[in-house]
């Protein structure tokens, strides 16, 4: 004899559910990936450029070396930042700027107030960085000495941070960015404390 499998309309309610369960989150699903394709569609058709960064002027206000391996440095320093992007704003979250001397860093972080750049903006971004008895390596001293003799100093002068693109109403999440400006400030001589002035020297920007 053969079976017969009666369902109840209890079980057959419960089914139904699980199915509009699955194809509304099927339809959800579907416009989210929607949604992430025309915003990504329109992330690459803008082409967004990454920041430019140039160096007007550099300001060695000290830097000397009061025991055999302790420097205390103070350096004043202007940048110019740019967006090339005509249609995309920048957030920058955070920015620290400090200098380095022949692969050392030589000043402590100093951080810049966040702010927003609009379109094809320019801002112009100072900054006093100062290293108090910063320990260096025996090298370094070596290389101070020799460039004070030689009248020239090759700094890289440093910022670090994190940026946020705006398009429209919508805002990207937080990219890392890093800019080096390497100059080359006198030094040396009756004048050891110099002030350089800068035909906009350009600046590498990675992100």
Not at 27 to 50: D, E, K, M
């Given at each position: 004899m053969s079976q017969i499998n009666i369902e109840s309309p209890k079980h057959c309610s419960k089914r139904e559910f699980c199915i509009h369960k699955k194809l509304f989150f099927?339809?959800?699903?579907?416009l989210f990936s929607i949604l992430l394709a025309l915003i990504f569609?329109?992330?690459?058709?803008?082409?967004?450029?990454?920041?430019?960064?140039?160096?007007?002027?550099?300001?060695?206000?000290?830097?000397?070396?009061?025991?055999?391996?302790?420097?205390?440095?103070?350096?004043?320093l202007t940048l110019l930042s740019k967006n090339p992007n005509k249609k995309i704003g920048i957030y920058y979250d955070e920015m620290q700027v400090f200098a380095s001397y022949k692969g050392q860093q030589i000043t402590v972080y100093?951080?810049?107030?966040?702010?927003?750049?609009?379109?094809?903006?320019?801002?112009?971004?100072?900054?006093?960085?100062?290293?108090?008895?910063?320990a260096v390596a025996p090298s370094v001293v070596y290389f101070v000495q020799r460039d004070q003799s030689s009248g020239k100093l090759v700094l890289?002068?440093?910022?670090?941070?994190?940026?946020?693109?705006k398009v429209g109403?919508?805002?990207?999440?937080?990219?890392?960015?890093?800019?080096?400006?390497?100059?080359?400030?006198?030094?040396?001589?009756?004048?050891?404390?110099?002030?350089t002035r800068f035909k906009q020297t350009q600046c590498?920007?990675?992100l």
């Amino acid at each position: 004899m053969s079976q017969i499998n009666i369902e109840s309309p209890k079980h057959c309610s419960k089914r139904e559910f699980c199915i509009h369960k699955k194809l509304f989150f099927a339809v959800v699903a579907f416009l989210f990936s929607i949604l992430l394709a025309l915003i990504f569609i329109v992330w690459i058709s803008l082409h967004p450029s990454r920041p430019e960064f140039s160096l007007s002027e550099a300001k060695i206000n000290q830097l000397n070396l009061f025991t055999a391996h302790l420097l205390y440095s103070s350096i004043q320093l202007t940048l110019l930042s740019k967006n090339p992007n005509k249609k995309i704003g920048i957030y920058y979250d955070e920015m620290q700027v400090f200098a380095s001397y022949k692969g050392q860093q030589i000043t402590v972080y100093t951080s810049l107030p966040p702010f927003y750049q609009g379109h094809e903006d320019t801002n112009v971004l100072s900054a006093s960085l100062t290293g108090n008895g910063l320990a260096v390596a025996p090298s370094v001293v070596y290389f101070v000495q020799r460039d004070q003799s030689s009248g020239k100093l090759v700094l890289a002068l440093k910022a670090i941070g994190k940026l946020r693109w705006k398009v429209g109403t919508w805002v990207s999440g937080k990219y890392r960015y890093n800019v080096n400006c390497i100059v080359v400030v006198p030094f040396g001589g009756s004048s050891p404390l110099s002030s350089t002035r800068f035909k906009q020297t350009q600046c590498s920007t990675t992100l």
